[in-house]
């Protein structure tokens, strides 16, 4: 498949989220590791990060981490000395599916770290997103909609494609027949034997392709 020639109807959004802190926080270490992708920017205060076992940043005041879905964190929480130590951030968690199966933003080369200036878009959606419980249930969904895809069309600005995209397509195009009889066998006793049958390839490299495009096990 041309990654040109993508349907506009292939993106679906799964979660959209934003939230905040406001603390005395000096020195908390929180790790974990997220379903979604992540943006957190201190407001007050500054983040040191550890995503995996190779990329670490220490934030300044403003900045933003930026992290993909399922990524091993240490996220380390240092307030303002100047007010006692208090620490104010807000985040984003996000994620979209292509095709209902690959996560979006795990095809793209995002920084981990994330300028304040390049930030400012990003606040304004998280403001906006902060306010839409007071609309009206239609008018609250579109608009959560609205942002989300802005939100990612600025990602996929800030962000290359990573090398290999067109081919993971591909792969995962080998994919859907034991994906669509999956969904449509839920409730059905499902076998990797079978699925992997269906896609016409051995139940190693099945799962081999399957964990690669779908970041998951069968």
Known sequence: MDIRNIPYDAIVLRFFETGRLDGRLEGRVHCKTCPYAILAQAVQGRYEIQCGPDRYESLAQGEAFLVQA??????????????????????????????????????LEMPLRLPAKQCEPFAEIMSALSRIQE????????????????TLTLLCELAPL????????MQRHRLQPAISHMREHMADKLTVTKLARLA???????????????RNSP
Do not use: Y
């Open 70 to 107: 399922l990524q091993p964190l240490r996220i380390v929480h240092h307030g303002d000395p100047r007010e006692g130590g208090r620490m104010r951030a807000r985040w984003i968690h996000i994620q979209f599916t292509l095709f209902d199966t690959i996560d979006i933003l795990s095809m």
């Open 135 to 150: 609309c009206p249930p239609f008018v609250r969904l579109a608009r959560k909609q609205e942002l989300a895809f802005r």
């Open 162 to 169: 990573r090398a290999g995209v067109g081919d993971l397509l």
């Open 200 to 214: 016409h390839l051995s139940v190693p490299h099945f799962h081999a392709l399957f964990r690669k495009c779908l």
